[in-house]
């Protein structure tokens, strides 16, 4: 089911001064500690965004921001879009030399930080030639540095195509590489999402995840704005505390991560929440698998949509629907405006049910990466975003995502995709998290190593069993390892970086 949304904004901060025009008094963020009007938070903007001019910043520069979750963050990013200047988020759970890596790559004239990133941003100001101030956030307000300087009050002249954000990837392939996103790719994006959702004004949606990520700048940020909608801030994601915030904040949606799924079944409150105010749960980032699919929708009465997307593609490229049929596995459909194919080495299109390579185009597509035309030119190829993903489209258009073309094991020439037998580790009631990565063999070059941590009491042994009868003998585990968490990134995606370094270093 779609909906008209209003599409002839040309920039951020025309959304935010137009929303704050019309419905000023109402709320639009709050945290456990303060919350703001749309008047309000537009006030602030302006504040920051005078305070970022006393220190040179202009339209089309760089600023970065290192902090944490809180609605001091969307005030800083907002007064630099006010100014026309680019947003450049690093995670704070980077350390100095990282940061500074990727303030160094996207020439960042300005960071605002935590006091322990701004110390460590100082050691290293030598690798940082283009930047002139390092703002350290004081106490629980960051943004407090910035103000007294009165107000820019009227927002940049700003085309669709400049610049908004530098999004730096993981770089979990290399370093990071900084995605170029502009007004208009947020603005498209939150059109394509924000249709199918069942989100309307005053609702309330829950940002869990981490600002430096997409996912809660467009979900969780630029969807409500568009919809006139409010936004309840965790500062961070905790399994044992998150119902009871889910029942002072009444959100009628969050955006998670599968392992974030995984987490909620058993924290506390769980058993109490199935009347809470949650109408459905979106879900990317990481494949969701069908076993923890029908176990989360089953416990809490709630729906999943389930989607999939890029930094490269601004967030999300397809969804599964609200209304309509929903497939379990299935990433959904492409959302309105996108086009998704799936190719062959060569680059031609296969037929439907066969794997091959993901890619996709829309008007939310990424400029580029910053200054890494080598990137862009294996990423970007005819007008395409090559997205390293393996998967597959059915006969009804729905998408189903099989691994990363990185993981996939070659084991004595056969194909093996991880997450199907990932999958299938995680049908069985002992398996609480599970990675399977290639194992280096001198006979069938790679074999299948499972990671897994287990409810207590429980063996292996169960497992191997569980395995052989539904996988072909090739598929099957040939080693094991039990441990208590399974690594993971920042967003909450199991890490299998730290896996792979530890099976090489035991040879």
């Given at each position: 089911m779609y909906r008209a949304l209003q599409t002839d904004f040309e920039s951020l901060p025309q959304v935010l001064a137009v929303r704050a025009g019309e419905i000023g008094a109402e709320r639009f963020v709050r945290d456990a500690h303060r919350e703001w009007t749309y008047a309000e938070f537009q006030q602030r903007v302006t504040e920051v965004a005078a305070g970022l001019r006393e220190l040179g910043v202009k339209q089309g520069d760089v600023v970065g921001v290192i902090l944490p979750n809180s609605p001091h963050y969307l005030e800083v990013w907002w007064g630099i879009l006010w100014l026309g200047a680019v947003f450049n988020p690093v995670n704070p759970a980077l350390t100095a030399r990282e940061a500074a890596g990727i303030l160094a790559d996207s020439e960042a004239v300005v960071a605002v930080c935590t006091p322990e990133a701004a110390a460590g941003l100082a050691e290293r100001r030598g690798e940082l030639p283009n930047l002139r101030e390092i703002v350290a956030a004081e106490g629980d307000d960051p943004a407090a540095p910035l103000r007294g300087h009165g107000a820019v009050a009227n927002h940049a002249r700003i085309a669709p195509g400049d610049l908004a954000?530098?999004?730096?990837?993981?770089?979990?392939?290399?370093?990071?590489k900084g995605a170029m996103l502009g007004h208009g790719n947020f603005l498209a994006n939150a059109w394509q999402l924000g249709e199918p959702l069942p989100v309307s004004r005053g609702d309330t949606l829950g940002m869990v995840l981490p600002l430096f990520h997409v996912n809660a700048q467009l979900v969780t940020t630029v969807i409500p704005l568009v919809l006139g909608a409010q936004v309840a801030m965790w500062e961070r994601f905790s399994a044992s505390r998150f119902w009871a915030d889910v029942a002072a904040f009444e959100p009628?949606?969050?955006?998670?991560?599968?392992?974030m799924l995984a987490a909620l079944l058993h924290a506390p409150g769980a058993d109490q929440a199935e009347s809470n105010s949650l109408r459905f749960v979106i879900c990317g980032a990481a494949p969701l698998s069908p076993a923890l699919f029908r176990r989360f929708e089953e416990k809490f009465g709630l729906k999943i949509m389930e989607g999939y997307g890029l930094t490269e593609g601004t967030c999300c490229t397809t969804i599964n629907p609200f209304t309509g049929p929903r497939k379990i596995g299935s990433v959904g459909l492409p959302t309105r405006a996108q086009e998704v194919k799936v190719i062959d080495e060569s680059g031609a299109a296969v037929p439907d049910g066969t794997p091959g390579e993901v890619c996709f185009r829309g008007p939310n597509m990424m400029?580029?990466?910053?200054?890494?035309?080598?990137?862009?030119?294996?990423?970007?190829?005819?007008?395409?975003?090559?997205?390293?993903d393996v998967g597959y489209r059915d006969e009804d258009g729905y998408f189903f995502l099989v691994d990363r073309t990185k993981d996939m094991i070659i084991r004595g020439g056969e194909n093996i995709y991880p997450r199907e037998i990932e999958d299938v580790l995680l049908e069985h009631e002992a398996v609480r998290e599970a990675a399977v990565v290639g194992r280096l063999d001198e006979v069938r070059g790679?074999?299948?190593?499972?990671?897994?941590?287990?409810?207590?009491?429980?063996?292996v042994a169960v497992l191997e069993q569980h395995c052989r009868a539904r996988l072909a003998a090739f598929k099957v585990p040939t080693s094991w390892e039990v441990v208590e968490e399974l690594p993971k990134t920042s967003t909450g995606k199991i890490d299998k970086k730290p896996l792979r370094e530890k099976l090489a270093a035991a040879g």
């Open positions: 954000a530098f999004v730096y990837t993981s770089g979990t392939t290399g370093r990071p009628v949606t969050f955006s998670s991560v599968p392992t400029h580029g990466y910053y200054r890494r035309p080598d990137a862009n030119a294996e990423t970007m190829v005819d007008g395409w975003i090559r997205t390293g790679e074999e299948v190593h499972a990671v897994v941590a287990l409810v207590a009491g429980a063996e």
